[in-house]
């Protein structure tokens, strides 16, 4: 279908123009269309080839790509250090994975997409939740010892990027994306920001007046800054509240707790050139399960980032390179990246919007930004300058930095046009959230002698694509059935449990058995999902039956009759 408003530039353009002209370019704006781009993104006139610039001002838009993601991807490692008490991801190690991943993306994307590859926020819960984590083998390890775990889970999420890939080349983009709707993507980033939203509470609380001057000036650049200033809010914060602390240091002003500002120690101890502290990853089920679910908000984000760089250039790179051959080059690069003990990889928003600002859309200067990154990286005294960064400073940063995430998660909901009055997508978003903050502590359980915990970002993923599968299956709008499923579950589930009082394997349990019974049946023999509403309901009453003849006095009587004279007998 086509808006009124394009309906109306239409006539406008049948009234003005000839048929012929508008004809000659009905093709450009029906692909256009695809990707919700205007009318006058699809126009968008930008320099192509930056080299009909010349080296030197590719160089230094190469050099503005590079302040653009510096800022945020550097601020990875110096939150996972803060989780990992001063033993989390190396800054150089970032830095060469951001420019290498970036240059690795573009070899899968044809050379054809202008973005660049810096450190996804998005696992930074996760990088915290393994942290935290003091069950079975993490049990009795160090913070540098749980590190390559969180890593190990990074691994196996960026290869789940491979599998959506393979689904989309296969199946294409839209049925994928029934499975993984805006009502459930929309709630799972908003999880992102919230659960991390006491971190930057706790970091801030170590000196306010730092953490206040680094919001202030990220929020002053936002909104007032023009140009460059506009685009590089976060660097700014960072870099004008630590000359605020080095004055402060200088005047031997101290944090409240009574220990220096600023040390440094360790940045008088590193040399200037030196090679990245690169470390294997290990692998575990239980970070496994922490970081790969996490992998499905980042995938969304690297779908919306792709449509956005295809508004902004005027050209469809879902079609062209194809969102699979993106989807390869950013999981691969967030696998390649953690296998040698770096943060996962993400296309950045920033240099969309440097993009938009300068108008060069040659995807060559932002490979001359990623060789910047990784030259970068050899040089340790910058690393330890920016690791001396005061704990407050990162603290008044996150301030802006979560809660983006979670509004980043709103807007998903907005621009979607998620339907709230329907109570399938509230039950679904309300699951969500409630599972995400409710198991604060997570869910630990074992099999099989291993010990596996669950985050709440994983249980409310899993729920978010159980719920959305059932209804995709049941074709059928919330109700009755839905309300007969969970009842049956809930009391099968006590039934199957230890002394019939409940416990996460009767409930287990009793989900595969509904699961089985609503989804096996219909995929593997075509049944329809609605003829098995009658069988649930029989099977709800049966149970209901036989657990009220279970602890019926008469039953309960006869069970210690039998029991007795069998213990006679013996």
């Not at 408003?5 to 000659?24: E, F, M, P, Q």
């Not at 603290?395 to 979670?406: A, T």
């Not at 985050?455 to 309300?483: H, W």
């Not at 075509?526 to 019926?552: E, F, K």
């Amino acid at each position: 279908g086509v808006s009124e408003g394009v309906r109306c530039t239409v006539c406008r353009y049948l009234a003005d123009c000839n048929i012929n002209r508008l004809s000659k370019n009905s093709m450009a704006k029906k692909e256009g269309k695809v990707l919700g781009m205007s009318e006058q993104s699809q126009g968008t006139k930008g320099i192509r080839d930056a080299r009909t610039l010349g080296i030197p001002k590719m160089l230094l838009l190469g050099i503005q790509h590079m302040f653009a993601m510096f800022g945020a991807t550097i601020l990875v490692p110096i939150l996972t250090n803060v989780y990992f008490e001063g033993e989390g991801l190396s800054v150089q190690v970032t830095l060469i994975c951001a420019g290498l991943g970036t240059l690795f993306f573009h070899l899968c994307s044809k050379m054809k997409v202008p973005a660049f590859l810096g450190s996804s926020f998005a696992f930074l819960g996760g990088f915290s939740a393994v942290a935290a984590l003091d069950t079975g083998i993490f049990a009795d390890m160090t913070m540098g010892e749980k590190l390559p775990y969180a890593c190990g889970g990074i691994v196996v999420a960026g290869l789940l990027y491979l599998v959506l890939a393979l689904i989309v080349k296969l199946v294409g983009v839209k049925k994928v994306m029934r499975f993984l709707p805006p009502v459930v993507t929309g709630p799972m980033i908003i999880l992102i920001g919230l659960s991390l939203a006491g971190s930057a509470v706790t970091n801030a609380s170590q000196n306010w007046l730092l953490a206040i001057v680094a919001l202030a000036i990220i929020i002053i650049a936002n909104i007032w800054g023009k140009g460059m200033i506009k685009i590089i809010p976060i660097l700014l914060g960072v870099v004008g509240s630590y000359i605020f602390a080095l004055i402060l240091n200088a005047f031997g002003v101290k944090n409240p707790d009574g220990s220096a500002i600023l040390t440094f120690t360790e940045v008088s101890k590193a040399s200037w050139v030196g090679l990245p502290p690169f470390q294997l990853c290990k692998f575990d089920l239980t970070a496994i399960l922490v970081m790969a679910p996490i992998a499905i908000a980042s995938m969304m984000e690297h779908i919306g980032d792709m449509s956005a760089i295809s508004a902004t250039v005027g050209e469809n790179f879902i079609e062209d390179p194809g969102l699979h051959r993106t989807l390869i080059g950013d999981g691969l690069a967030t696998s390649l990246s953690a296998l040698v003990g770096g943060p996962a990889n993400t296309t950045y928003g920033e240099n969309t919007g440097v993009l938009e600002l300068s108008k060069v859309y040659d995807p060559r200067v932002i490979r001359i930004a990623a060789i910047f990154a990784v030259i970068l990286s050899f040089i340790p005294k910058v690393s330890e300058i920016i690791a001396s960064i005061p704990s407050a400073i990162i603290g008044g940063v996150s301030f802006m930095l979560y809660g983006m995430i979670s509004a980043i998660g709103v807007r998903n909901v907005v621009e979607n046009k998620v339907d709230l009055t329907k109570s399938r997508n509230l039950i679904i978003a309300a699951v969500i959230l409630v599972s995400g903050l409710g198991f604060s502590s997570g869910l630990t359980f074992t099999i099989g002698g291993a010990s596996i915990t669950l985050t709440g970002l994983a249980i409310a993923a899993i729920a978010g694509i159980v719920l959305t599968s059932y209804y995709n299956v049941a074709k059928s709008d919330l109700g009755s059935t839905f309300t007969m499923n969970i009842i049956t579950i809930v009391v099968l589930g006590g039934t199957l449990s230890t002394g019939g009082k409940g416990n996460v394997f009767g409930t287990v349990l009793a989900t595969i058995i509904i699961g089985l019974i609503k989804f096996g049946l219909p995929l593997c023999f075509g049944i329809n999902s609605q003829y098995l509403d009658a069988p649930i309901g029989i099977l709800l009453v049966v149970v209901l039956l036989g657990r009220a003849l279970m602890v019926h006095p008469a039953f309960i009587n006869y069970r210690a009759k039998l029991k007795n004279k069998r213990q006679k007998a013996a």
